[in-house]
């Protein structure tokens, strides 16, 4: 394991001080369930000698509605946003997803910020937070910016933080409540797998059934998570039929080709994430 000096502080200033002071020579370690590999297989970037630990700072730890919106700290566990009442009555989709996400130990440590800032294509949080339109919060010093979950992610592996920037914060709006929302995946396993393909949808639809508000974004298939925009064109103001599911569907599809390329892997690709967005789009509308 690379050698490092492990700094616990004591709250959110003096680990935004910490990191102020140290910039590229620190990384922020909260649940690890990433970093520690990195560790075991020497690949922290070189430099790298302080692990800041933030796991035990309470005010990273909270899941609470704040007026129309839901605020997240940074700290909360997969298993804390699974369990979360409030979570599941006003943004399931994000319940949905940590649920599915890795393993009981896994979702036991591992944080939704650090499965954000990681930015692997797989990570299950980033579709639902997407569909959410959530905002992430960054602090600096005294200072902080947001940045909209979208233009967070600036490749597979990269996001817009700065080294001596700390992710504190993730908010949302909450679900009206004629809205409904789906999170579903595929893996090789129930359990202990990353997610070969993942989709999530929220939607608001009238007292008719028919669609009046819809969003759709997936994980695995594309390099960055994103709205699938001509997709949810198809299904506006209609109470969707079969066709027009499909018809949403090959649309996914065709822009995750466009997103991606072809690859070897395409073929295998195309027909599962169609029968995927088809299985979300019929739990939203209740069919």
């Given at each position: 394991?690379?050698?490092?000096?492990?700094?616990?502080?004591?709250?959110?200033?003096?680990?935004?001080?910490?990191?102020?002071?140290?910039?590229?020579?620190?990384?922020?370690?909260?649940?690890?369930?990433?970093?520690?590999?990195?560790?075991?297989?020497?690949?922290?970037?070189?430099?790298?000698?302080?692990?800041?630990?933030?796991?035990?700072?309470?005010?990273?730890?909270?899941?609470?509605?704040?007026?129309e919106f839901i605020r997240?700290?940074?700290?909360?566990?997969?298993?804390?946003?699974?369990?979360?009442?409030?979570?599941?009555?006003?943004?399931?989709?994000?319940?949905?997803?940590?649920?599915?996400?890795?393993?009981?130990?896994?979702?036991?440590?591992?944080?939704?910020?650090?499965?954000?800032?990681?930015?692997?294509?797989?990570?299950?949080?980033?579709?639902?937070?997407?569909?959410?339109?959530?905002?992430?919060?960054?602090?600096?010093?005294?200072?902080?910016?947001?940045?909209?979950?979208?233009?967070?992610?600036?490749?597979?592996?990269?996001?817009?933080?700065?080294?001596?920037?700390?992710?504190?914060?993730?908010?949302?709006?909450?679900?009206?409540?004629?809205?409904?929302?789906?999170?579903?995946?595929?893996?090789?396993?129930?359990?202990?797998?990353?997610?070969?393909?993942?989709?999530?949808?929220?939607?608001?639809?009238?007292?008719?059934?028919?669609?009046?508000?819809?969003?759709?974004?997936?994980?695995?298939?594309?390099?960055?998570?994103?709205?699938?925009?001509?997709?949810?064109?198809?299904?506006?103001?209609?109470?969707?039929?079969?066709?027009?599911?499909?018809?949403?569907?090959?649309?996914?599809s065709g822009e995750m080709?466009?997103?991606?390329?072809?690859?070897?892997?395409?073929?295998?690709?195309?027909?599962?994430?169609?029968?995927?967005?088809?299985?979300?789009?019929?739990?939203?509308?209740?069919?």
């Amino acid at each position: 394991m690379q050698d490092f000096d492990l700094i616990r502080p004591e709250n959110i200033a003096e680990s935004c001080n910490l990191l102020a002071s140290m910039g590229n020579k620190a990384r922020v370690i909260a649940g690890g369930t990433d970093l520690m590999i990195d560790l075991r297989k020497h690949k922290l970037p070189a430099g790298t000698t302080m692990l800041l630990d933030i796991s035990s700072l309470a005010e990273l730890n909270y899941i609470i509605e704040e007026g129309e919106f839901i605020r997240i700290g940074a700290g909360v566990t997969h298993a804390q946003l699974a369990a979360s009442k409030l979570l599941k009555e006003k943004a399931l989709v994000l319940a949905e997803a940590a649920l599915a996400l890795g393993s009981p130990q896994i979702r036991n440590r591992g944080t939704i910020g650090g499965n954000i800032v990681a930015a692997a294509p797989c990570a299950d949080t980033a579709p639902p937070l997407v569909v959410l339109q959530a905002i992430v919060v960054l602090r600096k010093g005294n200072d902080q910016r947001e940045v909209a979950i979208e233009s967070f992610f600036k490749g597979p592996f990269q996001v817009n933080i700065a080294p001596n920037e700390l992710l504190s914060e993730i908010y949302f709006k909450k679900l009206p409540r004629d809205s409904k929302s789906a999170f579903v995946r595929l893996a090789r396993r129930n359990a202990l797998a990353k997610s070969r393909m993942s989709l999530a949808v929220a939607a608001r639809l009238n007292d008719e059934h028919k669609i009046e508000e819809i969003r759709i974004s997936a994980g695995s298939v594309t390099p960055l998570p994103c709205r699938f925009k001509a997709a949810e064109a198809v299904l506006l103001g209609k109470i969707p039929a079969e066709e027009d599911l499909k018809e949403a569907a090959e649309l996914i599809s065709g822009e995750m080709i466009e997103r991606s390329g072809f690859r070897w892997s395409t073929d295998y690709k195309k027909p599962v994430v169609e029968v995927l967005a088809v299985r979300a789009l019929k739990r939203v509308m209740g069919v």
